[in-house]
């Protein structure tokens, strides 16, 4: 199996940054495409940053040019810089892998969420 370990998120003021890191763990065989996704309260959940292996990113144009993604594969973690907060990106953000453990198919993996709450 695959579990995935989030942290990071907190309060901070509009104008703040925080990064959040996800870890995954377990019998991977391999990793692909990575990212955050956060939900607000009310809202679907909706994309916010990709990263495939190979990569290449991918980024709503709400937080282009505020957030990077980045990954590490030696360490199966995935992270997103968040600068320049806003109040409307607070919300609760979930990471995702999509992941092929030993003996099995590529599957989607979901965080279990950690919030961010940025007050204005």
């Known amino acids: 199996q695959v579990r995935l370990e989030e942290s990071g998120g907190g309060l901070v003021q509009a104008g703040g940054s925080l990064r959040l890191s996800c870890t995954a763990s377990?019998?991977?065989?391999?990793?692909?495409?990575v990212g955050w996704y956060r939900q607000a309260p009310r809202n679907q959940r909706a994309l916010v940053a990709t990263v495939t292996s190979g990569g290449t990113t991918n980024y709503a144009d709400s937080v282009k040019g505020r957030f990077t993604i980045s990954r590490d594969n030696a360490k199966n973690t995935v992270y997103l810089q968040m600068n320049s907060l806003k109040f409307e990106d607070t919300a609760v953000y979930y990471c995702?892998?999509?992941?092929?453990?030993?003996?099995?198919?590529?599957?989607?993996?979901w965080g279990q969420g950690t919030q961010v709450t940025v007050s204005s």
């Open positions: 995702y892998v999509r992941a092929r453990p030993y003996a099995d198919n590529w599957r989607d993996y």
């Open positions: 377990g019998s991977i065989s391999s990793i692909g495409t």
